[in-house]
């Protein structure tokens, strides 16, 4: 009887513990641009949902993605790690052998050993074999439900017919894709979840990245534009502001908000640029664009809101970064981060409270582009950024302090501080090449690799360990 006694009352705590952890949404555009947004300065495109979230929490000036390109960009929220490190070097292609491993330890996986209900629900973009055991999908990285598709939504955003769910194809859907990824992930929250525990849910929208296809309401809201591609574009960011919106009110229909930190962010900047087809998002003024490690490629709209701990209407030019989010989000579950390899994220939540000034890192800001032409990498530390080609032979420096938009290359000017950033980014680049795999030196530099070495033959060990 006392045993009985015991595990009923070790069961309460446990179960008490697990309702008041804080609940974790992490919202993820694709493609879009830091000036995208009305909220950062947009002066046509319409976000009321996101304009109306920023005023409830804080607006990052400084937020980075952890790469230029989409699937290291994601590889980096999930682990706390840079992409070269956890192995996700590039954008990956279908049928590639580059995947997340299961050597990872990935966010959902930690939370749900914390006692977390997990979604995905979106773009996955994390293995080159989707839908395939022979590579990890999302339910082998710690998500109880997942509603996803390889890369893109296809044929278009309208009415996609290559979504699985939980590992069965979904076959064709009616509707376009963000409100209709967003649907499913009301509907796990509404229906499908284990309201006992508290949740972790990742809604990865395809908007703004091209090929896009915007609903006609949205597009009926730019009458003025001229240019439909502008037009389709502007309509593309204001559905997933929709589906964004969405996804607030049914945390607020079911009371969620008040105990939910929200962080909304994209994976990397704009594409094209900015005037011809495609790509009509904005850089707002920074230098580059997707796939470049300027600030135009990299920096990103940041926004979080946790009622109660992140005063509503504020701003912060604190520098964070997408490897962030994994430290951030398991310190606020009050789960501890892995202290059997190197993070390059740290807790960033002391710059979303404006409770610090300055957020210590171990590691640097660190961006490497494998993706030709533009094989390039950059470091930043405080207000320095170095940039660097592939070869380590010819180099930038910036003061972004003074120099948002990169004009200047002080890398004359400023030789000792140069010599002293050079030497320090050859090091760190150094030990990131010895701890990842060697997928980056084996496999084409353009990304794909080659689906004919993709896993399905068995691979080495080491891929999967």
Same mark, same amino acid.
Request: charged share 25%; glycine share 10%.
């Given at each position: ?13 446990? @179960? ?140 278009? @955003? ?135 490690? @300027? ?171």
């Amino acid at each position: 009887m006392r045993l009985l006694i015991a595990l009923l009352s070790s069961f309460l705590i446990l @179960h008490s513990s697990f309702s008041a952890q804080p609940n974790l949404v992490l919202f993820l555009a694709d493609d879009l641009g830091y000036g995208d947004l009305g909220c950062f300065g947009h002066p046509i495109i319409k976000s009321p949902n996101l304009d109306a979230f920023a005023k409830q929490g804080v607006r990052l000036t400084q937020c980075y993605s952890g790469s230029a390109v989409c699937s290291p960009s994601r590889s980096a929220l999930l682990t706390g790690r840079t992409p070269h490190r956890n192995g996700v070097y590039t954008w990956i292609a279908e049928g590639a052998e580059v995947h997340l491993r299961t050597s990872e330890n990935t966010l959902p996986e930690l939370l749900k050993r914390a006692g977390y209900t997990t979604c995905h629900s979106g773009k996955w973009h994390l293995n080159g074999l989707f839908n395939n055991p022979a590579q990890p999908q999302p339910g082998d990285h710690g998500y109880d439900w997942w509603m996803a598709t390889q890369n893109n939504a296809g044929p278009s @955003h309208e009415n996609p017919n290559n979504f699985a769910r939980n590992g069965q194809p979904v076959g064709p859907m009616q509707g376009y894709s963000a409100p209709l990824v967003v649907t499913e992930a009301v509907t796990w929250l509404k229906e499908k979840r284990d309201a006992s525990k508290p949740f972790f849910l990742a809604v990865w929208t395809h908007e703004p990245h091209y090929p896009i296809k915007s609903d006609p309401k949205f597009k009926a809201l730019y009458p003025d534009l001229t240019d439909d591609i502008q037009r389709e574009h502007h309509a593309n960011v204001t559905q997933m502001d929709h589906a964004f919106g969405m996804l607030m009110h049914a945390l607020d229909e079911q009371k969620l908000t008040d105990n939910t930190f929200v962080f909304f962010t994209s994976d990397n900047g704009p594409e094209g640029d900015g005037i011809k087809s495609p790509g009509r998002g904005s850089s707002g003024g920074l230098r580059g664009r997707k796939r470049d490690v @300027h600030e135009g490629g990299i920096r990103v709209p940041g926004l979080a809101r946790w009622p109660g701990k992140i005063k509503p209407a504020t701003t912060s030019d604190i520098p964070v970064t997408g490897s962030d989010i994994f430290p951030t989000m398991l310190g606020i579950a009050g789960v501890e981060s892995p202290k059997d390899r190197t993070l390059d994220g740290v807790n960033m939540l002391p710059a979303l409270t404006g409770t610090t000034t300055k957020l210590e890192r171990p590691q640097p800001l660190f961006w490497r582009l494998h993706m030709a032409p533009n094989m390039k990498i950059a470091m930043r530390v405080d207000d320095w950024k170095i940039l660097a080609n592939a070869e380590l032979t010819e180099f930038e420096l910036y003061n972004l302090k003074d120099d948002p938009k990169e004009t200047a290359d002080l890398k004359d000017k400023e030789s000792k501080r140069f010599h002293e950033l050079q030497g320090r980014l050859i090091e760190h680049n150094k030990t990131i090449n010895a701890e990842g795999p060697d997928w980056w030196q084996r496999l084409s530099p353009n990304g794909g690799g080659d689906p004919n070495k993709a896993a399905g033959k068995k691979k080495k060990k080491k891929a999967d360990e």
